[in-house]
């Protein structure tokens, strides 16, 4: 499963709320916020199969403007996020 990582533009960690929900870096500036996730091969091999990707947008009516790009931006640290029960992963240090 795709995780969130920690780049060199990354500015903010947001704090996941509990056990069950993990931090996650972004690089925050006045009208946006980005989050950049890391694939993993399989997910990979996938979207060059021919695999599309699906944004979920929570509890927003109307849809706000988003993005979705590609980048090729370098990973600060490799996180150590497990999968816990709630799909989501455990909380990590923000490294300074």
């Given at each position: 499963m795709?995780?969130?990582?920690?780049t060199k533009k990354s500015n903010f960690v947001y704090k996941g709320?509990?056990?069950?929900?993990?931090?996650?870096?972004v690089?925050?500036?006045p009208e946006v916020v980005?989050?950049?996730w890391e694939l993993t091969n399989e997910e990979r091999a996938f979207?060059?199969?021919?695999?599309?990707l699906r944004?979920?947008?929570?509890?927003?009516?109307?849809?706000?403007?988003i993005s979705v790009e590609m980048t090729g931006e370098q990973i600060v640290e490799r996180s150590d996020f497990k999968i816990t029960k709630a799909g989501w992963q455990k909380p990590?240090?923000?490294?300074g």
């Open positions: 795709a995780v969130p990582v920690r709320p509990g056990p069950d929900v993990g931090d996650a870096w690089e925050n500036y980005y989050m950049t979207l060059l199969d021919g695999g599309n944004i979920g947008i929570w509890n927003i009516k109307p849809i706000p403007p990590w240090s923000d490294g």
